[in-house]
């Protein structure tokens, strides 16, 4: 006999030997009495079998019993499910008696199916769906008239019946309108899961198809070739667009509501949503949705109607709950959903939002956190191309972006935390380097619109505007310090006048956090430092004709505008602009009057050595703005009772001033309305519809006469 190791000797001794015995002994008693309810359960069939010869898809249902509980769908893929013929039977063990009417229903609509061509058998039964189910009935009637009355498609029967001719000589079987009323009947009537099964059948069959044209009046889908033989599949070829484009709304429309009719999911008012519980039936029903968001996606890829993308996103949402438990669906999904946010028409980036969002309102974090991080990621990706025509799709991104970190922000933390440090780390490395490979590194689009992004976030989360959280318990109001921290490095980067654009741009993201969350944040040094520069008595500019430089598709100067009228003119204008704005944000302050004596200081020593132009009087028209808002403030302040130091009641009358009624705040309104008419102008003349004038009218400080009369210094100070 050979001798026992170590580990053998371990194993027996703790008594190893013992529970392995006992767990195969258990394994044994365990298969024996599945193997005789298995026995039992055959039994069964064959005797129902024989009592009801008569239906036959009771008998086919009968024959699925041969397989143990809990084993029957075990390995099933979603093929092999849709082409079972258990439904019934699953609602019937699980359900008790409800289930047991949702057979009969079941088995009621598919043996009546030919005694429905009657047409006054059918407005009957549509005037007892109204009384039965009036929600229903109503959807049908708002979402898809040509549903309840089952309009024939257009083309002629003849050219039908021909195509069908030629179908029946190759084989295939035809998919008709007709077909699809009888697909429909049941469904409408009596919420049929069989029926339902079936149209999925088609519907996946249509998805997976070539497409191949037969001629202007229709096209043909046909399962591919080398597809793998599966016995009792649908394969239809589908004649007439109007039919395929009918099929794919129907299976879109009734999908959600056939199975949330079964087995509801509980929504909360938040918009948050519980998957439902766990059972044999939710199971059978999870395949169902499973089926119908694959095709979905198999559609999106294969049609490029805006219209299409729209109803497939906006319907295919309403089934997410149902596959939460499929991580691989889930993620097929949500690459379908990122793919039409990044590309599609605004409709379509607004559909794809609202299914991203419906996929992160789960209880379950995981899918919130897939959601964020994909959604970044893509919107990081696309950012590298922009231009004056992506900018709109780009801005709308964002904005969406940040609506889904809004969800959950102590989720959202730790991803903004990581991004936003990878933005420092990347500063970090160019401030070490200091080389013009390194400063691309953080002078490019992607930097810049993370920046914006960040900023957009934390206003909507940390802002006066969000009611739901106060903004000193916001989770990521901690965030607020090291982005600023990283975007005021990055203005220091690299100075002059030739990189001005992008400091522009990081000036805009800091007002937005400003803004909304009433964070000082000491912006004048920075604007300052570029306004002087073309106002300064020892700079030449040189005449130009070239066309005003647009600072929000530009990053830096190009090499033709230095050094000109044009790039001077726009520079003082942008930057008085920019100046006015964050008068306007820090008005609100009660010591607003000391916070200005530097500006105003730097501004009249700028203004006294310049010489002259039309940008000199514009920053003349604001100096006195601001003086005139200091005073506003003083008089204000004069009758207060408390100290400085007292903080709690200085915080108290900032928030009770209102300073919309301001000379700064009506100076930046008007040429806020301005700025948006000119921009407006731009886009026609653009397009080719108006033509742009350029003339005194059409500058920002130009004021209409309605604006004369609400802002009554509004166009003072010209000389």
Same mark, same amino acid.
Not at 319 to 343: D, F, G, I, N, Q
Not at 352 to 381: E, P
Not at 417 to 424: E, H, K, N, T
Not at 620 to 647: H, M, N, Q, Y
């Given at each position: 006999?050979?001798?026992?190791?170590?580990?053998?000797?371990?194993?027996a001794?703790?008594?190893?030997?013992?529970?392995?015995?006992a767990q195969?002994?258990?394994?044994?008693?365990?298969?024996?009495?599945?193997r005789?309810?298995?026995?039992?359960?055959?039994?069964?069939?064959k005797?129902?079998?024989?009592?009801?010869?008569?239906?036959?898809?009771?008998?086919?249902?009968?024959?699925?019993d041969?397989?143990?509980?809990?084993?029957?769908?075990?390995?099933?893929s979603?093929?092999?499910f849709?082409?079972?013929?258990?439904?019934d039977?699953?609602?019937?063990?699980?359900?008790g008696?409800?289930?047991?009417?949702?057979d009969?229903?079941?088995?009621?609509?598919l043996?009546?199916?030919?005694?429905?061509?009657?047409?006054e058998?059918?407005?009957?039964?549509l005037a007892?769906?109204?009384?039965?189910?009036?929600? %229903?009935? !109503?959807?049908?009637e708002e979402?898809?008239?040509?549903?309840?009355?089952?309009?024939p498609?257009?083309?002629?029967?003849?050219?039908q019946?021909a195509?069908?001719?030629?179908?029946?000589?190759?084989g295939?079987?035809?998919?008709?309108?007709d077909?699809?009323?009888e697909?429909?009947?049941?469904?409408?009537h009596?919420?049929?899961?069989?029926?339902?099964q079936?149209?999925?059948?088609v519907?996946?069959?249509?998805s997976?198809?070539?497409?191949?044209t *037969?001629?202007?009046?229709?096209?043909?889908?046909?399962?591919?070739?080398g597809?793998?033989?599966?016995?009792?599949?649908?394969t239809?070829?589908?004649?007439?667009?109007a039919v395929?484009?009918?099929?794919v709304?129907?299976?879109?429309?009734?999908?959600?509501i056939?199975l949330?009719?079964?087995?509801?999911?509980?929504?909360?008012?938040?918009?948050?949503?519980?998957?439902?519980?766990?059972?044999?039936?939710?199971?059978?029903?999870?395949?169902?949705?499973?089926?119908?968001?694959?095709?979905?996606?198999?559609i999106?890829?294969q049609?490029?109607?805006?219209?299409?993308?729209?109803?497939?996103l906006?319907?295919?949402?309403?089934?997410?709950?149902?596959v939460t438990?499929?991580r691989?669906?889930?993620r097929?999904y949500l690459?379908m959903?990122?793919e039409?946010?990044?590309?599609?028409k605004?409709?379509?980036?607004?559909?794809?939002?609202?299914a991203l969002r419906?996929?992160?309102?789960?209880?379950?974090?995981?899918?919130?956190n897939?959601?964020?991080?994909?959604?970044?990621?893509?919107?990081?990706r696309?950012m590298?191309?922009?231009?004056?025509?992506?900018?709109?799709?780009?801005?709308?991104?964002?904005?969406?972006?940040?609506?889904?970190?809004?969800?959950?922000?102590?989720?959202s933390?730790?991803h903004?935390?990581?991004?936003?440090?990878?933005?420092?780390?990347?500063?970090? *490395?160019?401030?070490?380097?200091?080389?013009?490979?390194?400063?691309?590194k953080?002078?490019n689009?992607? %930097?810049?619109?993370?920046?914006d %992004?960040?900023?957009?976030?934390?206003?909507?989360?940390c802002?006066?505007?969000?009611?739901?959280?106060?903004?000193?318990?916001?989770?990521l109001r901690p965030?607020i310090y090291?982005?600023?921290?990283? *975007? &005021?490095?990055? &203005?220091?980067?690299?100075?002059?006048?030739?990189?001005?654009? &992008?400091? &522009?741009?990081?000036?805009?993201?800091?007002?937005t956090?400003?803004?909304h969350?009433?964070?000082?944040?000491?912006?004048?040094?920075?604007?300052?430092?570029?306004?002087?520069?073309?106002l300064?008595?020892?700079?030449?500019w040189?005449?130009?004709?070239?066309?005003?430089?647009?600072?929000?598709?530009?990053?830096?100067?190009?090499n033709?505008y230095?050094?000109?009228?044009?790039?001077?003119?726009?520079?003082?204008?942008?930057?008085? %602009?920019?100046l006015?704005e964050w008068?306007?944000?820090?008005?609100?302050?009660?010591a607003?009057?000391?916070?200005?004596i530097?500006?105003?200081a730097?501004l009249?020593?700028?203004? !006294?050595k310049?010489?002259?132009?039309?940008?000199v009087?514009?920053? !003349?028209?604001?100096?006195?703005?601001?003086e005139?808002?200091c005073r506003?403030?003083?008089?204000?302040?004069?009758?207060v009772?408390?100290?400085?130091?007292?903080?709690?009641?200085?915080?108290?009358?900032q928030?009770?001033?209102?300073?919309?009624? *301001?000379?700064?705040?009506?100076?930046?309104?008007?040429?806020r309305?301005a700025?948006a008419?000119r921009?407006?102008?731009?886009? !026609?003349?653009?397009?080719?519809?108006?033509?742009?004038?350029?003339?005194?009218?059409?500058?920002?400080?130009?004021?209409?006469?309605?604006?004369?009369?609400?802002?009554?210094?509004?166009?003072?100070?010209?000389d």
């Amino acid at each position: 006999m050979a001798k026992l190791s170590k580990r053998s000797k371990k194993f027996a001794s703790s008594g190893g030997v013992k529970k392995a015995i006992a767990q195969r002994r258990k394994r044994q008693q365990t298969t024996k009495r599945v193997r005789l309810d298995k026995e039992k359960r055959a039994a069964k069939s064959k005797v129902k079998a024989r009592e009801r010869p008569e239906s036959k898809e009771i008998d086919e249902a009968s024959d699925g019993d041969d397989v143990p509980e809990g084993t029957k769908f075990q390995g099933m893929s979603v093929d092999d499910f849709l082409q079972g013929d258990f439904m019934d039977e699953d609602g019937s063990k699980s359900g008790g008696s409800d289930a047991e009417e949702d057979d009969d229903d079941d088995g009621s609509s598919l043996a009546s199916v030919e005694e429905w061509d009657d047409e006054e058998q059918h407005a009957l039964d549509l005037a007892a769906l109204a009384k039965k189910d009036p929600e %229903f009935y !109503k959807y049908l009637e708002e979402n898809d008239k040509e549903l309840l009355d089952f309009a024939p498609v257009d083309g002629s029967d003849d050219e039908q019946e021909a195509m069908m001719d030629d179908d029946e000589e190759s084989g295939q079987q035809l998919f008709t309108a007709d077909m699809l009323k009888e697909l429909q009947k049941p469904i409408l009537h009596h919420r049929s899961l069989k029926a339902l099964q079936k149209l999925l059948q088609v519907f996946r069959s249509a998805s997976t198809g070539d497409g191949e044209t *037969t001629g202007a009046d229709g096209y043909k889908i046909e399962s591919p070739e080398g597809r793998r033989a599966v016995p009792n599949v649908v394969t239809v070829a589908l004649i007439h667009p109007a039919v395929f484009n009918k099929l794919v709304t129907t299976a879109l429309k009734y999908t959600p509501i056939v199975l949330k009719y079964h087995i509801p999911y509980k929504e909360l008012p938040d918009g948050r949503f519980k998957p439902p519980a766990k059972s044999r039936k939710s199971t059978n029903i999870g395949k169902l949705a499973i089926a119908c968001i694959l095709g979905t996606v198999r559609i999106t890829s294969q049609v490029s109607d805006p219209e299409m993308h729209a109803l497939a996103l906006g319907d295919s949402m309403k089934l997410v709950p149902y596959v939460t438990e499929s991580r691989k669906t889930v993620r097929t999904y949500l690459k379908m959903c990122l793919e039409l946010w990044a590309s599609g028409k605004d409709e379509v980036k607004l559909a794809a939002f609202l299914a991203l969002r419906k996929l992160g309102s789960s209880f379950n974090t995981s899918l919130l956190n897939m959601v964020l991080k994909a959604s970044y990621l893509t919107m990081v990706r696309a950012m590298g191309d922009t231009n004056e025509h992506t900018i709109p799709a780009l801005n709308l991104m964002k904005n969406t972006a940040s609506e889904l970190y809004c969800l959950d922000q102590a989720t959202s933390y730790s991803h903004a935390f990581v991004y936003i440090r990878q933005l420092a780390v990347h500063l970090r *490395t160019t401030m070490k380097v200091k080389s013009k490979d390194a400063l691309r590194k953080v002078y490019n689009w992607q %930097f810049v619109h993370c920046i914006d %992004f960040w900023s957009i976030v934390l206003a909507k989360a940390c802002g006066s505007d969000n009611t739901e959280i106060p903004k000193e318990d916001a989770a990521l109001r901690p965030l607020i310090y090291p982005l600023v921290q990283v *975007t &005021i490095g990055a &203005i220091k980067l690299a100075s002059g006048i030739r990189y001005s654009p &992008i400091h &522009i741009h990081f000036t805009r993201s800091l007002l937005t956090i400003i803004r909304h969350t009433k964070t000082y944040v000491p912006l004048a040094p920075f604007i300052l430092s570029i306004l002087t520069i073309p106002l300064s008595p020892d700079s030449k500019w040189g005449a130009s004709t070239l066309k005003p430089i647009d600072f929000t598709t530009n990053l830096r100067i190009p090499n033709a505008y230095m050094k000109t009228k044009v790039l001077s003119a726009g520079v003082v204008e942008e930057c008085t %602009f920019l100046l006015g704005e964050w008068c306007e944000c820090v008005h609100g302050s009660i010591a607003f009057p000391e916070l200005m004596i530097p500006v105003l200081a730097t501004l009249k020593r700028t203004i !006294k050595k310049s010489k002259g132009g039309k940008g000199v009087m514009d920053l !003349k028209v604001l100096v006195e703005r601001i003086e005139e808002s200091c005073r506003w403030v003083e008089t204000r302040r004069s009758t207060v009772k408390f100290a400085p130091g007292d903080g709690r009641q200085v915080a108290d009358w900032q928030r009770n001033i209102d300073i919309s009624e *301001t000379p700064v705040a009506k100076w930046v309104r008007v040429q806020r309305k301005a700025r948006a008419n000119r921009e407006e102008l731009r886009k !026609k003349a653009a397009s080719g519809t108006a033509e742009m004038l350029d003339s005194e009218d059409d500058s920002p400080n130009a004021h209409s006469d309605d604006d004369m009369e609400d802002d009554s210094g509004g166009s003072d100070g010209q000389d």
